[in-house]
């Protein structure tokens, strides 16, 4: 048995049973169990983690896909590993999952624990923690009542990375935010060298179109969305830094997946939209640096399972549903591009709602692109959410055909009319309580078997 306090035994132990309890009756929960444990010993994350080669990903958008990409791909190369894939990232979920994962008895061979963790949260981990990597995969505006402004979203993650000088990160290069931030540890870029079109004006909504020195207006040589691309300041000079990983060429953009070549490695992305391909080369620039071979990072990668309302797949009597997580502008616009990839006709329901976890404020959706579907061959639009009313007025001011609105305040009516509805093919676009409460509904009538 390994070397531990009584206090601490008896903070896993209960943790352990709450666990269980959690599991077999309330189907779920994820945070509770930290909750008791850390009430008990707060010092518990330091003890159950050892023996772990630790990865932490945050960032605005993309941690939970990412974080199941490289869970895969260190699993699909023959190493234990753990990690919360149900994207439980606040300090108690996290403590959960690695008190879910203790043995008192058994030693542990050379095991990875890929994390992810909540951006405003970083601090509480790498406190107890020194991650193997940390890696940032973007800075986005995102619940604007909680997090503020860009630069208060990465002045957060530094607070956590500040106290870990030896890790190494692996940070998003086309991100303008995260150019030299003047940081003791080793430092890898990746990002696109290949262009996704010839644009080079940044939108007039992005979020980071200034430079952090000078403040004079980033130039582009390529913009891949919003704000991410290849940038440089004439201003001050500041710049991309060199990439080590990038996307060298991009072979073929379809509604389902994503063919590139990362460095000389060709790559199908099983999950479709750029965002996701940055997903896919953040996994690639961690497993590299984890010494991981091209085989199973290549094949993880075009086998990649999409869960939990990240594109997941499901069938309701027939009908082909896709769940897309939306939480914020870049992220929206992002999977109205994948949309737009569909040369056949389909329909799709908006869900909104303004939950805390959401954002309390939904004027966001003002700068989301919506007219974009303005030229789609899109059979209904089915809405719903808390915010349902709000959505249908930003949907008319976009330009989208009202006839064809079928606003459903309730689930049931939802799904009933999903259903039935004239399309085989529906996109659901929601926001994150609005994602979580209708899979709960979807998993009570049976159409989804796993709930976390």
Same mark, same amino acid.
């Given at each position: 048995?390994?070397?531990?306090?009584?206090?601490?035994?008896?903070?896993?132990?209960?943790?352990?049973?709450?666990?269980?309890?959690?599991?077999?009756?309330?189907?779920?929960?994820?945070?509770?169990?930290?909750?008791?444990?850390?009430?008990?010993?707060?010092?518990?994350?330091?003890?159950?983690?050892?023996?772990?080669?630790?990865?932490?990903?945050?960032?605005?958008?993309?941690?939970?896909?990412?974080?199941?990409?490289?869970?895969?791909?260190?699993?699909?190369?023959?190493?234990?590993?753990?990690?919360?894939?149900?994207? *439980?990232?606040?300090?108690?979920?996290? +403590?959960?999952? &690695?008190?879910?994962?203790?043995?008192?008895?058994?030693?542990?061979?050379?095991?990875?624990?890929?994390?992810?963790?909540?951006?405003?949260?970083?601090?509480?981990?790498?406190?107890?923690?020194?991650?193997?990597?940390?890696?940032?995969?973007?800075?986005?505006?995102?619940?604007? /009542?909680?997090?503020?402004?860009?630069?208060?979203?990465?002045?957060?993650?530094?607070?956590?990375?500040?106290?870990?000088?030896?890790?190494? !990160?692996?940070?998003?290069?086309?991100?303008?935010?995260?150019?030299?931030?003047?940081?003791?540890?080793?430092?890898? &870029?990746?990002?696109?060298?290949?262009?996704?079109?010839?644009?080079?004006?940044?939108?007039?909504?992005?979020?980071?179109?200034? %430079?952090?020195? %000078?403040?004079?207006?980033?130039?582009?040589?390529?913009?891949?969305?919003?704000?991410?691309?290849?940038?440089?300041?004439?201003?001050?000079?500041?710049?991309?830094?060199?990439?080590?990983?990038?996307?060298?060429?991009? !072979?073929?953009?379809?509604?389902?997946?994503?063919? +590139?070549?990362?460095?000389?490695?060709?790559?199908?992305?099983?999950?479709?939209?750029?965002?996701?391909?940055?997903? *896919?080369?953040?996994?690639?620039?961690?497993?590299?640096?984890?010494?991981?071979?091209?085989?199973?990072?290549?094949?993880?990668?075009?086998?990649?399972?999409?869960? &939990?309302?990240?594109?997941?797949?499901?069938?309701?009597?027939?009908?082909? +549903?896709?769940?897309?997580?939306?939480?914020?502008?870049?992220?929206?616009?992002?999977?109205?591009?994948?949309?737009?990839?569909?040369?056949?006709? =389909?329909?799709?329901?908006?869900?909104?709602?303004?939950?805390?976890?959401?954002?309390?404020? +939904?004027?966001?959706?003002?700068?989301?692109? =919506?007219?974009? !579907?303005?030229?789609?061959?899109?059979?209904?639009?089915?809405?719903?959410?808390?915010? %349902?009313?709000?959505?249908?007025?930003?949907?008319?001011? *976009?330009?989208?055909?009202?006839?064809?609105?079928?606003?459903?305040?309730?689930? /049931?009516?939802?799904?009933?009319?999903?259903?039935?509805? *004239?399309?085989?093919?529906?996109?659901?676009?929601?926001?994150?309580?609005?994602?979580?409460?209708?899979?709960?509904?979807?998993?009570?009538?049976?159409?989804?078997?796993?709930?976390?």
């Amino acid at each position: 048995m390994k070397k531990i306090s009584i206090k601490s035994t008896i903070s896993i132990i209960a943790s352990k049973i709450t666990i269980f309890l959690t599991k077999t009756i309330l189907k779920g929960g994820t945070t509770f169990p930290g909750k008791v444990a850390l009430k008990i010993d707060k010092n518990i994350l330091k003890k159950v983690s050892q023996g772990y080669k630790v990865v932490l990903v945050t960032g605005t958008n993309g941690k939970t896909t990412t974080t199941s990409m490289i869970y895969n791909i260190v699993k699909e190369s023959g190493k234990e590993a753990i990690t919360n894939n149900t994207g *439980a990232n606040l300090f108690p979920g996290i +403590v959960t999952t &690695f008190i879910d994962n203790y043995k008192f008895f058994n030693p542990k061979k050379e095991s990875y624990a890929i994390i992810e963790v909540d951006e405003a949260n970083l601090k509480y981990i790498t406190e107890f923690i020194s991650p193997e990597i940390i890696t940032v995969t973007n800075l986005f505006r995102d619940q604007l /009542d909680r997090y503020g402004e860009v630069y208060t979203t990465l002045s957060k993650i530094l607070e956590g990375i500040t106290l870990s000088p030896n890790t190494t !990160l692996v940070l998003n290069g086309d991100e303008s935010l995260l150019g030299k931030l003047d940081l003791p540890n080793k430092t890898i &870029f990746y990002g696109f060298n290949a262009k996704i079109n010839e644009n080079k004006n940044i939108e007039v909504n992005a979020d980071a179109k200034f %430079c952090k020195f %000078c403040k004079s207006p980033y130039e582009y040589n390529h913009i891949t969305y919003n704000h991410l691309g290849d940038f440089y300041c004439t201003g001050c000079g500041f710049k991309r830094a060199d990439l080590k990983y990038a996307v060298n060429e991009i !072979l073929e953009l379809t509604p389902d997946s994503s063919t +590139v070549k990362i460095n000389d490695l060709e790559i199908t992305v099983s999950q479709s939209g750029v965002y996701n391909i940055y997903n *896919a080369l953040c996994a690639y620039a961690i497993t590299k640096e984890l010494n991981i071979d091209n085989d199973s990072i290549k094949k993880s990668l075009q086998n990649q399972d999409s869960s &939990f309302g990240r594109q997941e797949a499901l069938n309701i009597d027939g009908k082909e +549903v896709k769940i897309i997580l939306v939480k914020n502008p870049a992220g929206y616009n992002q999977a109205l591009d994948t949309l737009c990839l569909n040369k056949e006709s =389909f329909s799709t329901a908006f869900l909104l709602n303004d939950n805390y976890a959401d954002g309390t404020d +939904v004027s966001w959706i003002w700068d989301v692109d =919506f007219e974009k !579907l303005q030229d789609l061959n899109i059979d209904e639009l089915f809405i719903s959410g808390i915010r %349902c009313y709000d959505m249908a007025v930003r949907l008319k001011i *976009a330009g989208l055909n009202k006839e064809k609105f079928i606003i459903e305040e309730s689930f /049931d009516s939802l799904t009933n009319k999903i259903k039935n509805s *004239a399309n085989d093919k529906i996109y659901i676009l929601a926001t994150y309580t609005a994602m979580i409460n209708y899979r709960k509904h979807l998993y009570s009538k049976g159409y989804i078997k796993k709930l976390w």
